[in-house]
């Protein structure tokens, strides 16, 4: 079974890996709705309590199944959900660049706020949010108002704990200053570790967990990456195009040695990394085979000794892996 960490100094206790249910979106390859279900109570049997999803992921479809996938089994899920990115006719929002060459349309105002919540919570099929994010910040509108609406649904009781997700030490310590928030969702992986420089110091002081999206590099940190599909969400990414796909399967080559050492495959390696980083690190990889859930749930076990770890630590440095990432 998955250890439980804890979310905050004072916040909830959740499995020590989650799941993120993103990949069920056809962004990263085609998914059935029923073997989707099927993987998310597969990783609920595993212990990964938290299941994260998002309004945004398949303009609503995510959340829908997401409760399906929970029914019968509230007790045992605990429900993380974010908002602010606007796919909804009719919406505004501010244009905000992404550098992959789109951009994203994000409303972090009050109004917003209330009528997305309302819109997740009949999606999930649910009465109460267990972590509530604000999935990027609206440039229009001030942190303070945004996490200022999410704490008056926390006082209303649809939300249990809020979060941020894509932001700044400097964002963090001022949504922090209005409500206590209990994580903060940020790529952090072996490929992108720039969380280590200020943000994960500042989480650290203030009591917040760091939830990392993206622990295998999307794949990446699981092996040979195949030919991508059009449909992929991966043919965006700077660090899968061209020439920097083979600048980086080359540098991180090294660690698929250190995997087979220890008697693991490279996605146990990777975020049984991730887990030794420190308790207050919750990693999220998402699947779309429920055979991988017990893969990835065994890397909770995988011990890595401080020789190991300083090899892993040579081999991937911070800003080893070339090609921009996301915003």
Do not use: C
Request: overall charge neutral; charged content about 20%.
């Amino acid at each position: 079974m998955i250890p439980v960490r804890r979310l905050g100094r004072s916040g909830p206790g959740v499995g020590g890996l989650g799941y993120g249910a993103m990949v069920l979106e056809g962004y990263y390859g085609a998914s059935d709705d029923e073997a989707g279900i099927a993987t998310m109570r597969a990783a609920l049997d595993a212990g990964m309590s938290m299941i994260d999803s998002a309004d945004a992921y398949g303009n609503g479809h995510n959340e829908a199944l997401v409760g399906r996938a929970i029914a019968g089994r509230r007790r045992e899920a605990f429900i993380a959900t974010k908002f602010g990115i606007v796919f909804g006719e009719g919406e505004t929002g501010t244009e905000l660049p992404t550098g992959w060459g789109f951009s994203l349309r994000i409303n972090g105002t009050p109004g917003y706020a209330r009528r997305a919540l309302d819109a997740s919570l009949a999606r999930l099929g649910v009465d109460v949010v267990d972590l509530w994010y604000a999935h990027y910040l609206d440039p229009a509108t001030p942190v303070e108002e945004t996490v200022g609406a999410m704490a008056e649904e926390v006082r209303g009781g649809r939300v249990r704990w809020l979060g941020l997700s894509n932001v700044t030490a400097a964002e963090v310590r001022r949504a922090h200053a209005v409500h206590p928030i209990a994580a903060v969702q940020y790529e952090y992986s072996l490929w992108r570790r720039e969380a280590e420089a200020a943000l994960l110091p500042t989480l650290r002081e203030l009591g917040i967990a760091l939830v990392a999206w993206s622990p295998l590099g999307s794949g990446f940190l699981t092996g040979p990456v195949p030919e991508l599909h059009e449909g992929d969400f991966r043919r965006f990414n700077p660090r899968y195009a061209g020439e920097s796909l083979a600048r980086n399967t080359e540098r991180f080559a090294p660690l698929a040695v250190v995997a087979r050492e220890l008697g693991a495959t490279p996605a146990q390696l990777a975020l049984a990394w991730l887990l030794h980083q420190g308790e207050d690190v919750v990693p999220i990889p998402g699947t779309r085979r429920a055979e991988r859930i017990g893969e990835n749930a065994a890397a909770a076990s995988l011990r890595l000794g401080a020789e190991t770890l300083r090899r892993i630590d040579a081999i991937a440095k911070p800003g080893l892996a070339t090609g921009a990432t996301l915003l």
